[in-house]
């Protein structure tokens, strides 16, 4: 004969395995909800896509380690977008948009950037051999570390970009031309000539960003050879 302790625990189970099913049910309820709901956010995943971003002022576009050899993409805007290790190798980009956009270690050997805005983007250790920068912008840009040998930079504008100390010496042996959107000098941007503000680069290594022993001369340069002079 089952006394009154027992009888209550047996109620007590069952009020539990009856709570267990509600809020089971409940759960199922909210899921299937939810669920409900994804195209919508959907929808919305594929509008920031076609409109380069959130509110339209990024970039969806993810491109890293991408194959785009001899790609074709001219006035496109690729604002914020991801081209880190991207193998754009004579791929042409003339007239596109790459503001905030990320193409370190890329390879864009003889790339087309003609008239290409390039500004505020991060183009650390990123090869550009031969690339066609004609006319481009590429104001604020972090070039340190890139190789631009051979690179065409008429009409470029690259204002307080940060370059390495040596590749700028080797750009300002040819630099010409003036940006026909800033209306800058290449070689007034580039710090080339006896401007002091630019006279060291701005190299990523700590161990070569000290301005050298030498200085450059106030009317131009003392030594033809290296573009430096002795400090006065």
Same mark, same amino acid.
């Given at each position: 004969? $089952?006394?009154?302790? !027992? !009888?209550?625990?047996?109620?007590?189970?069952?009020?539990?395995?009856?709570?267990? %099913?509600?809020?089971?049910?409940?759960?199922?309820?909210? @899921? @299937?909800?939810?669920?409900?709901?994804?195209?919508?956010?959907?929808?919305?995943?594929?509008?920031?896509?076609?409109? *380069?971003?959130?509110?339209?002022?990024?970039?969806?576009?993810?491109?890293?380690?991408?194959?785009? =050899?001899?790609?074709?993409?001219?006035?496109?805007?690729?604002?914020?977008?991801?081209?880190? #290790?991207? /193998?754009? *190798? $004579?791929?042409?980009?003339?007239?596109? %948009?790459?503001?905030?956009?990320?193409? $370190?270690?890329?390879?864009?050997?003889?790339?087309?950037? &003609?008239?290409?805005?390039?500004?505020? !983007?991060?183009? +650390?250790?990123?090869?550009?051999?031969?690339?066609?920068? %004609?006319?481009? @912008?590429?104001?604020?840009? @972090?070039?340190?570390?890139?190789?631009?040998?051979? #690179?065409?930079?008429?009409?470029?504008?690259?204002?307080?970009?940060?370059?390495?100390?040596?590749?700028?010496?080797?750009?300002?042996?040819?630099?010409?031309? !003036?940006?026909?959107? &800033?209306?800058?000098?290449?070689?007034?941007?580039?710090?080339?000539?006896?401007? *002091?503000?630019?006279?060291?680069?701005?190299?990523?290594?700590?161990?070569?960003?000290?301005?050298?022993?030498?200085?450059? /001369?106030?009317?131009?340069?003392? +030594?033809? =050879?290296?573009?430096?002079?002795? #400090?006065?």
């Amino acid at each position: 004969m $089952e006394d009154c302790y !027992t !009888t209550r625990y047996k109620v007590d189970v069952s009020k539990s395995k009856n709570w267990r %099913t509600i809020v089971s049910t409940a759960l199922a309820a909210a @899921v @299937v909800s939810f669920s409900s709901g994804l195209p919508a956010v959907a929808d919305l995943n594929k509008y920031e896509a076609e409109t *380069r971003g959130e509110f339209g002022i990024g970039s969806a576009a993810q491109f890293g380690s991408a194959d785009l =050899r001899k790609a074709v993409h001219v006035n496109e805007n690729f604002r914020r977008a991801n081209f880190t #290790a991207a /193998d754009m *190798r $004579e791929s042409d980009f003339s007239g596109s %948009t790459f503001n905030g956009a990320y193409l $370190e270690k890329a390879v864009a050997y003889r790339a087309n950037f &003609t008239g290409a805005d390039l500004s505020d !983007t991060l183009m +650390d250790r990123m090869v550009l051999n031969e690339a066609n920068l %004609t006319n481009a @912008v590429l104001v604020r840009t @972090v070039l340190t570390r890139s190789d631009l040998g051979g #690179a065409i930079i008429e009409g470029a504008d690259f204002s307080d970009a940060v370059l390495d100390l040596p590749q700028k010496q080797a750009l300002c042996k040819y630099a010409n031309g !003036t940006n026909p959107i &800033t209306g800058v000098s290449t070689r007034k941007s580039l710090g080339c000539g006896n401007s *002091r503000r630019n006279a060291y680069g701005s190299p990523s290594s700590p161990l070569i960003s000290a301005p050298p022993q030498k200085l450059l /001369d106030r009317d131009g340069f003392c +030594d033809e =050879r290296t573009g430096l002079c002795d #400090a006065k």
